[in-house]
């Protein structure tokens, strides 16, 4: 009697897995430009979304997340006008470019994640 080999099969992750993997890549990468944008403290820095995460087709887009310490970040969220105001004021062609961007539609596949998380290891290198 012979016997059938037969290959592993590979499971291909899912996409829940990639983006939590991209995630912490882009926060990593982000916070590895060692400031904060608005105040120019070295301490306790976080990825902040310019516009939210929700918006898939800008989460993963360097031009949408800055570099804030804790303490911006939080007057970030509490006061998210004045917020507004100092981004269009420091960086207004982001600005241009983000509102564009937000309007494009795209569901995300497996292979996009895949993309985006070999481009984000591309920027720390």
């Not at 592993?8 to 400031?35: E, G, N, Q, V, W």
Request: proline share 3%; aromatic share 12%; with cysteine.
């Amino acid at each position: 009697m012979k016997l059938k080999y037969s290959k592993p099969k590979i499971k291909k992750p899912s996409k829940s897995t990639l983006k939590r993997k991209a995630d912490i890549l882009l926060s990593k990468f982000i916070r590895s430009l060692d400031h904060c944008e608005r105040c120019g403290t070295l301490k306790n820095l976080q990825a902040a979304h310019i516009y939210s995460r929700r918006f898939i087709n800008l989460r993963y887009d360097i031009q949408n997340v800055i570099c804030l310490c804790s303490k911006c970040h939080f007057q970030w969220h509490d006061s998210p006008l004045d917020s507004m105001i100092w981004f269009n004021q420091a960086y207004p062609e982001r600005v241009k470019y983000l509102v564009k961007k937000k309007q494009i539609i795209k569901k995300w596949t497996v292979n996009d994640y895949l993309k985006t998380i070999e481009e984000i290891k591309n920027y720390v290198r």
